[in-house]
T-cell receptor
Framework: DVKVTQSSRYLVKRTGEKVFLECVQD?????MFWYRQDPGLGLRLIYF???????EKGDIPEGYSVSREKKERFSLILESASTNQTSMYLC??????????????FGPGTRLLVL | GEDVEQSLFLSVREGDSSVINCTYT??????LYWYKQEPGAGLQLLTY?????DMKQDQRLTVLLNKKDKHLSLRIADTQTGDSAIYFC???????????FGKGTMLLVSP
């Protein structure tokens, strides 16, 4: 079974702090994704990566950056956390399929509270 | 732009059928998906349908696709309390690895 793990289930940080959210997958997937989930807004894509050291902006990249130094690990960085970044953060991974079907495997999420 | 719309809430009684609906705007979608999110967990893929299909059945799940109206539905037969979750509709395009998700429908199943 594919396993996607996230470093913390719950995190409390103060405004202005630098925050690292870590995600690790164990199935050698090329693609990794970071989403945030907010009530009434669903899932919104922040950043994604097709390969090591590659990154692409999603729909809401402002205030975030990412790092993919190893294939299995994808980090989301909040350079200076703000209260409007309080949210549930979900990591996902997938691999290229010739059929074109995109099956993403999700981690359990990190609930971040910025005070 | 791409947009996927769902109703936000559905309540049914155990044993009834549930139908969750979704509309999408981009006719070039290649695949359409249903993901399920149980409380406190990430999303998991339930089923998907290729855009040239009308229907797909998988045990208690039936997916119907009306491409002309850009309407997708998920029917859950004999709904159980364990089916209570948020259900997300999503779309993708061949050759691209990103998904566009709807806002999710919360299904509440009462005994």
């Amino acid at each position: 079974d594919v396993k996607v793990t996230q470093s913390s289930r719950y995190l409390v940080k103060r405004t202005g702090e630098k925050v690292f959210l870590e995600c690790v997958q164990d199935m050698d997937h090329e693609n990794m994704f970071w989403y945030r989930q907010d009530p009434g807004l669903g899932l919104r894509l922040i950043y994604f990566s097709y390969d090591v050291k590659m990154k692409e902006k999603g729909d809401i990249p402002e205030g975030y950056s990412v790092s993919r130094e190893k294939k299995e690990r994808f980090s989301l960085i909040l350079e200076s956390a703000s209260t409007n970044q309080t949210s549930m953060y979900l990591c996902a991974s997938s691999y290229f399929r010739e059929t074109g079907v995109e099956t993403q495997y999700f981690g359990p999420g990190t609930r971040l509270l910025v005070l | 732009g791409e947009d996927v719309e769902q109703s936000l809430f559905l309540s049914v009684r155990e044993g009834d059928s549930s139908v969750i609906n979704c509309t999408y705007t981009d006719s070039s979608s290649t695949y359409l998906y249903w993901y399920k999110q149980e409380p406190g967990a990430g999303l998991q893929l339930l089923t998907y349908i290729f855009s040239n299909m009308d229907m797909k059945q998988d045990q208690r799940l039936t997916v119907l696709l009306n491409k002309k109206d850009k309407h997708l539905s998920l029917r859950i037969a004999d709904t159980q309390t364990g089916d209570s979750a948020i259900y997300f509709c999503a779309e993708s395009y061949s050759g691209y690895s990103t998904l566009t998700f709807g806002k999710g429908t919360m299904l509440l199943v009462s005994p």
